[in-house]
C-alpha cells in the first residue's frame, strides 16, 4: 500500500471502507458454505447404512431424482464436501489477509485522520 497522506487521506478511506465491505461479503460466503458443509455431513451420515434396496432421491433445482446408486451419490456428495472445504478454507485466508491490511491500514490512517480532527 502507498503512503497516506493528507492529501490522499479520502482515497484510502474510501479503500479502506471498500475492504471492509469485502471481508463481510467473504464471511457472508463462508457462513453459507459452512451450512452446506455441515448438511452435506448430515446426508452422508444419514444415508451412510443405504443398501440398493432403499430408494433415494436428490433435489437437483426443483425437481427430485431418484438415485439408482447409492454408493455414487456417497461419493458425490464426499466430492462436493471435499470442494466445499477447500473453498472455503481459500475464503478464510483471503479474509485473514485482507484483517491483516485493514489493520495496518487503520494503524496508519488513526492518526492523520486525529490531526485534521485536531486542525478542525
Known amino acids: 500500500m502507498s503512503e497516506i497522506t493528507p492529501e490522499n ?7 479502506f471502507q471498500q475492504m471492509q465491505q ?3 461479503s467473504l464471511s457472508q460466503q463462508v457462513s453459507q458454505i459452512d451450512m452446506s458443509i ?11 447404512e443405504v443398501s440398493t434396496k432403499n430408494t ?12 439408482d446408486d447409492p454408493e455414487k451419490l456417497k461419493l458425490d456428495l464426499a466430492e ?9 478454507n481459500s475464503l478464510k485466508g483471503q479474509i485473514q489477509k485482507m484483517n491483516k491490511e485493514l489493520e495496518d491500514m487503520q494503524k496508519k490512517l488513526a492518526p492523520i485522520l486525529q490531526n485534521i480532527q485536531e486542525a478542525k
Not at 487521506?9 to 479503500?15: G, I, R, T
Not at 455441515?38 to 451412510?48: A, D, P, S, V, Y
Not at 433415494?56 to 438415485?67: F, N, P, T
Not at 462436493?80 to 472455503?88: L, P, T, Y
Open 9 to 15: 487521506v479520502q482515497e484510502k478511506l474510501n479503500l
Open 22 to 24: 469485502q471481508v463481510q
Open 38 to 48: 455441515g448438511e452435506t455431513e448430515r446426508t452422508l451420515e444419514e444415508i451412510k
Open 56 to 67: 433415494l432421491y436428490r433435489a437437483i433445482g426443483s425437481v427430485m431424482k431418484k438415485i
Open 80 to 88: 462436493e464436501k471435499e470442494r466445499m472445504v477447500i473453498r472455503n
